[in-house]
């Protein structure tokens, strides 16, 4: 939709296409992230089923597609601790979702995730999967999220906003969030998932620049309704972040498009909006 938007010149609220494409890509997104000097977990892209695993990486390693959100193709089984367990899930993504493969060093510590809205960091969201135990399942898999809150499941993790941890963890994990959000170019909003490793190392999962915004079951609005954000509060903030970023960007872009300085310092008369279209060229005789 964002594509389209842009091609068609229609404002929108949160990240341009290219933001959104990156960081669906995982693995991209990592490359981006170490080259700013933002930890993520070590990790290996699988361009096919039949990929050498690289001896540099420890198990256990969590195995998931490189390309999806919602934690699909990520099962209780995805975390493995030797290869043949390995081999059999890099078949199944394979098989089921028909892309590369991302395998990464399982983070194993506390999950955290992180809102922002413009340049302002949220309270840090903690999901605790201890309460979990009895289900088998200990991460945030495909079933944890379809069936949360389901405690006759076991699938009810508790929630603790602001997240358990200490004044100066917390800045820090704020700090990598920002961090995230600016070097994927986000706009607006986003929520970066991170793990903090029980050594206290955290480390960057992914950034997710169009979290979901349900004021029932999001984890963004927990985040918000933590801050004492009202739902209609966060929407109209971020219309308010998309409408200056659109009032910037169009003062700034305006003398570039009307008047290109030519040679002779002359400035050329604006072209009409309909030049920029493309249109057939006369066929030669
Ligand atoms: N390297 C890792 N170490 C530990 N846990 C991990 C790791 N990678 C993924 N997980 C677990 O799997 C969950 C889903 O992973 P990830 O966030 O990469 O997937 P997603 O499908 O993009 O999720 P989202 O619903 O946020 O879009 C994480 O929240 C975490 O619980
Ligand atoms: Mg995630």
Same mark, same amino acid.
């Given at each position: 939709m964002p594509a389209i938007l842009e091609s068609l010149g229609v404002p929108?609220? @949160?990240?341009n296409s290219v ?20 930890? =993520?977990?070590?990790?290996? &892209? ?6 050498? #695993? ?6 256990? #390693? ?6 999806? @959100? ?7 089984? /995805? ?22 493969? &991302? ?6 510590? =506390?999950?955290?995730?992180?809102? %922002? ?37 076991? &699938? ?8 358990? #941890? ?18 994927? @170019? ?27 915004? /349900?004021?029932?079951? /999001?984890?963004?609005?927990? %985040? ?18 998309? =409408? ?6 169009s003062?700034?872009a305006r003398?570039a498009c009307a008047?290109t ?7 050329p008369a604006q072209e009409p909006a309909s030049a920029n279209r493309l249109v057939a060229s006369p066929v030669a005789p």
């Amino acid at each position: 939709m964002p594509a389209i938007l842009e091609s068609l010149g229609v404002p929108y609220t @949160g990240s341009n296409s290219v933001t959104l494409a990156l960081a669906l890509d995982k693995a991209k997104t990592k490359q981006i992230l170490v080259s700013e000097g933002i930890p =993520t977990p070590s990790w290996q &892209l699988f361009p096919t089923p039949t990929t050498r #695993l690289n001896t540099r990486l420890g198990f256990p #390693l969590i195995v998931k597609p490189n390309r999806e @959100g919602s934690s699909k193709g990520i099962w209780r089984e /995805s975390v493995v601790g030797d290869e043949a367990s390995l081999r059999r899930q890099v078949a199944r993504i394979y098989e089921r979702y028909h892309q590369e493969v &991302l395998v990464e060093e399982f983070v194993d510590g =506390t999950e955290l995730t992180v809102g %922002m809205i413009g340049d302002d960091a949220l309270p840090i969201l903690e999901i605790d999967f201890s309460p979990c135990k009895g289900s088998g399942e200990f991460f945030y898999s495909w079933r944890m999220k379809e069936f949360q809150g389901d405690a006759s499941l076991g &699938l009810a993790p508790a929630f603790h906003c602001p997240a358990r #941890l200490d004044a100066q963890m917390a800045a820090r994990v704020h700090e990598m969030a920002r961090r995230a959000h600016r070097a994927l @170019g986000c706009a607006d909003f986003s929520r970066t998932d991170i793990r903090l490793r029980a050594d206290g190392t955290p480390f960057v999962l992914e950034v997710n620049p169009l979290p979901g915004l /349900s004021p029932l079951d /999001s984890n963004f609005t927990a %985040m918000t309704t933590a801050a004492g954000l009202s739902h209609h509060a966060l929407i109209q903030r971020i219309v308010e972040l998309a =409408t200056a970023r659109y009032s910037q960007t169009s003062q700034t872009a305006r003398p570039a498009c009307a008047g290109t300085t030519r040679d002779d310092g002359s400035v050329p008369a604006q072209e009409p909006a309909s030049a920029n279209r493309l249109v057939a060229s006369p066929v030669a005789p």
